[in-house]
């Protein structure tokens, strides 16, 4: 693997390998002292051309634990917003001599083209493109419902696929690259994917995708869930009305107070996850978001280990059989 650019390049084996190198970066970050020296010396570069904080502080850290050098560049203030290209920004990289690049971008496709171009020689990190792809958010997701999988059937983690699993996408799919990353990733790993969402919120080539679709979230929860992923409507990509009025959609869509007690008065275990950043009370209630079923903030956590993974094997060519050998 030269870059991470999508998750629907990922085979079962690259997949498995990042979530179980992830599990022993999750284990450094209970540690005392969060830091391995792999990356000692080298530098990682990362280009924000959009507005991130929970990304770009989990790459951050990930990178600061694997003992990295790290160059922060925002397109706000910089030569950017002089009409500096994307080629030449690449350019500048690879004359500083830049390791690797984690690059997000209101573009869909800027980071494939900044990996195949040939202007810069080095691993490209996908941190989100447009409405096209954020492979490290869907390993993140992927991760926490491994762990999630392994609690109910009291497994282990380690080279466990999500097979069986059934996981509704409740939102804009529409607008989400998420979404995207999250089928393509969970369809490898053995999942079923149910995406929920008016028919104005799903891409016009949806009969095409392995997923299963539903237009109101009670007729998915009733077909059997054991995880919920509620997605932030995403109004700064909206140029028309999708829905009604936000009552409706969160009538129709949402977690509400009355659907997640509903859903917790259920024997059956079922995980609620959101990529964040939350809207309460619109896509997700207070309830649900703070209740014991909540995974949002082992989501979180998860970010760090998958970035922490990720990084460690384009940079040096490892595998996760360099921290389980012998086991």
């Not at 390998?17 to 209970?30: K, P, S, W």
């Not at 447009?130 to 983690?157: C, I, N, S, W, Y």
Request: aromatic fraction near 6%.
């Amino acid at each position: 693997m030269r870059h991470l650019l999508d998750t629907k390049d990922l085979s079962l084996d690259d997949a498995l390998n990042i979530l179980d190198t992830a599990d022993y970066m999750g284990e450094v970050g209970q540690r005392e002292v969060k830091k391995l020296p792999v990356l000692q010396g080298r530098t990682v570069v990362n280009l924000f051309f959009e507005d991130s904080t929970r990304t770009r502080l989990s790459f951050e850290a990930a990178e600061k634990r694997l003992s990295a050098d790290i160059i922060n560049f925002s397109a706000k203030g910089s030569s950017v917003s002089k009409g500096e290209s994307l080629k030449d920004t690449a350019q500048t990289l690879a004359a500083i001599n830049a390791d690797a690049v984690v690059i997000r971008h209101s573009a869909s496709g800027a980071p494939q083209r900044l990996a195949e171009a040939g202007w810069i020689d080095v691993p490209v990190l996908n941190a989100g493109d447009g409405t096209h792809a954020h492979p490290t958010q869907a390993l993140l997701d992927a991760m926490t419902l491994r762990q999630f999988k392994a609690q109910v059937e009291g497994v282990t983690t380690r080279g466990l696929t999500l097979e069986g699993l059934r996981v509704a996408i409740v939102g804009d799919i529409l607008h989400s690259r998420v979404a995207r990353s999250n089928l393509w990733l969970l369809h490898t790993l053995g999942a079923t994917v149910k995406f929920v969402a008016p028919p104005t919120l799903l891409p016009v080539d949806i009969e095409n995708w392995p997923a299963e679709i539903y237009y109101n979230l009670d007729d998915a929860i009733e077909s059997g869930v054991d995880a919920v992923m509620m997605l932030r409507i995403q109004k700064e990509r909206m140029n028309a009305a999708f829905f009604p009025s936000s009552e409706e959609y969160s009538r129709l869509w949402g977690l509400t107070p009355e659907r997640f007690a509903r859903l917790d008065a259920s024997a059956h275990e079922t995980a609620i996850l959101h990529p964040g950043p939350m809207n309460r009370g619109l896509e997700i209630c207070a309830e649900a978001a703070d209740s014991r079923r909540s995974w949002v903030l082992r989501q979180v956590t998860n970010g760090v280990s998958v970035r922490m993974a990720v990084l460690y094997l384009l940079m040096t060519g490892g595998s996760a059989n360099d921290f389980y050998s012998g086991s």
